[in-house]
């Protein structure tokens, strides 16, 4: 198995229902008036957030993920 890069550190968050007000009519310090925090998104939800995006920036996700971003990198 791969080690983990050392920059292996990099965290999204992802807005969601804050766990502490649920099914409660008040917003407690940790979220939003919406009920809504945000959370570090697992691995998995980073996956379905890709795949439901649409087939066109999919696939310049995809293109960067395979070739890298050696061509932003040349323009500076
Ligand atoms: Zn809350």
Do not use: Q
């Not at 697992?42 to 649409?54: E, F, P």
């Not at 087939?55 to 310049?60: F, H, L, M, Q, T």
Request: hydrophobic share 30%; charged share 40%.
């Amino acid at each position: 198995m791969d080690e983990p890069k050392e920059n292996d550190k990099g965290v999204l968050y992802v807005r969601s229902i804050c766990l502490s007000c649920l099914d409660k009519t008040y917003s407690c310090p940790y979220c939003d008036g919406e009920g809504k925090t945000y959370i570090e998104a697992a691995d998995k939800t980073v996956a379905r957030w890709i795949r439901n995006l649409s087939e066109e920036r999919k696939s310049v996700i995809m293109k960067y993920m395979i070739k890298g971003f050696e061509n932003e990198e040349k323009k500076k």
